[in-house]
């Protein structure tokens, strides 16, 4: 089992930044390939960003590409979300997910364990 707990999000401006972390515990951390998935209001669940376990592989949505950028610190478990020139439309609670097993990284049903979400507010 794996519990990951996200922090971070809160409210900005249009072209503003935040940063968000998601801390794992349980499993080794470093195994786990890392995900940030993202939902607004009367929306489905969508991809955003993810890094292969080792961190050499990352995938990022075109959405976000150029502007967000996924890393990790498998020394202290947990995985980060740099988010920069934010728009209103990114407005949504944000979470964290790990797999181990395969699959799209692009698809939610790829992993196994996600955590409660933060929500991250852009104003216009």
């Known amino acids: 089992q794996v519990q990951l707990v996200e922090s971070g999000g809160g409210l900005v401006q249009a072209g503003g930044s935040l940063r968000l972390s998601c801390a794992a515990s349980?499993?080794?951390?470093?195994?786990?390939?890392m995900g940030w998935f993202r939902q607004a209001p009367g929306k489905e669940r969508e991809f955003v960003v993810a890094?292969?376990?080792?961190?050499?592989?990352?995938y990022y949505a075109d959405s976000v590409k150029g502007r967000f950028t996924i890393s990790r610190d498998n020394a202290k478990n947990t995985v980060y979300l740099q988010m920069n020139s934010l728009k209103p439309e990114d407005t949504a609670v944000y979470y964290c997910?790990?797999?181990?097993?395969?699959?799209?990284?692009?698809?939610?049903?790829?992993?196994?364990?996600w955590g409660q979400g933060t929500q991250v507010t852009v104003s216009s």
């Open positions: 997910a790990a797999r181990d097993r395969r699959g799209s990284y692009y698809e939610p049903r790829s992993y196994n364990y």
């Open positions: 349980g499993r080794t951390f470093s195994m786990y390939g």
């Open positions: 890094m292969g376990w080792s961190g050499s592989s990352t």
